[in-house]
């Protein structure tokens, strides 16, 4: 084998990985898209069940000293004095229940599942007759080198079967999504999980509202409130007061909180039974029109190999 032939073994070897690997990666997001789709359709049923509420926890604990220094300037006398004092406050409360329809718009979830599915189908069938028609130019090659067959290009009937085949795998993937997506969240009986902060920890408080770990932090607060002066007439003259005022104290925060979901008691429409029903049944057709499909591009592909293998055996037939 020359280096022409080495280099042109290489070339083929890269553009055939690299087309195959461009299929296969819209080959996956294809069915990424599906599966988000499908999950999406299952919380959108789901999102009028639920309400949510924030409750939260806020406390804090000062003791410091409040230093008053009295200095009479023309007797040089001097009186410091500290006046302790201490400063405790909490406050437990919550926010009204809403449901999480008034957050999350239930068309919006729709839309963005249609959208979903649409390009996850998109993707997966034009990834599926990429890669079968790099097959095909890979087959071909190998019986024209190897064995000196002329393999014809599938048809389009062929590709017709292959795009039927990613189209019914795709709703598959669709339904099988809805349905777990829907029992999951149906037997967990939330939506989403309750989000606190901080998530947990030793120090947990237990109140009317919130209930759940919290947080302290200690400051240091050191205030100068700055210097006055004045003067106090007596009748053996006047005294020239100057006084000093400031406060310190070690502050101690406690705080937590959260969001809660729970169930708002709606009815569910269309049922779980009803969904997962439809979902099951849709889902195993696809799956198996799915399985129809791919026998059916099997078989034509198989027909085009021994139609090319009948033509070079006649053909060589024929020169004997």
């Known amino acids: 084998m020359g280096w022409a032939d080495r280099f042109w073994t290489a070339t083929n070897w890269v553009l055939d990985t690299t087309v195959h690997a461009v299929a296969d990666t819209m080959n996956t997001c294809g069915t990424l898209a599906c599966t988000l789709g ?53 406050v437990n409360s919550d ?22 599915i649409g390009s996850g189908i998109a993707l997966k069938t034009l990834g599926v007759n990429i890669n079968h028609w790099q097959e095909s130019r890979e087959e071909r090659r190998y019986y024209a080198h190897s064995k000196g067959i002329q393999v014809s290009n599938p048809r389009l009937k062929e590709y017709l079967y292959v795009s039927a085949e990613a189209f019914s795998n795709s709703i598959s993937t669709v339904m099988l999504s809805n349905a777990v997506t829907a029992a999951t969240l149906y037997f ?97 057709s696809a799956y198996l029109a799915s399985n129809f499909f791919a026998t059916k591009s099997r078989q034509l592909h198989s027909e085009r190999i021994h139609e090319a293998e009948a033509n070079a055996y006649t053909l060589f037939s024929s020169m004997k």
């Open 188 to 284: 967990a009986g939330k939506v989403f999980p309750d989000f606190t902060y901080p998530p947990n920890g030793k120090e947990k408080v237990y109140g009317e509202h919130y209930n759940g770990a919290v947080i302290t932090e200690p400051f240091n607060v050191s205030i100068d409130l700055g210097v006055s002066n004045f003067t106090v007439p007596l009748y053996f003259g006047n005294l020239d007061v100057l006084l000093k005022k400031a406060v310190d104290a070690a502050v101690n925060v406690t705080y937590g909180g959260g969001f809660f979901f729970k169930p708002s008691g709606a009815t569910q429409t269309p049922s779980f039974t009803v969904t997962e029903t439809v979902s099951s049944t849709v889902g195993a």
């Open 38 to 90: 499908g999950a999406a359709y299952a919380l959108s049923n789901v999102l009028p069940l639920q309400e949510v509420n924030a409750s939260y926890y806020g406390g804090v604990h000062a003791v410091g000293n409040f230093s008053l220094g009295i200095n009479i300037t023309n007797l040089d006398y001097v009186f410091p004095e500290w006046l302790p004092g201490s400063y405790s406050n909490h």
């Open 95 to 116: 926010t009204p229940a809403y449901n999480l329809t008034e957050y999350v718009s239930l068309g919006m979830v729709n839309s963005i599942g249609t959208l979903c």
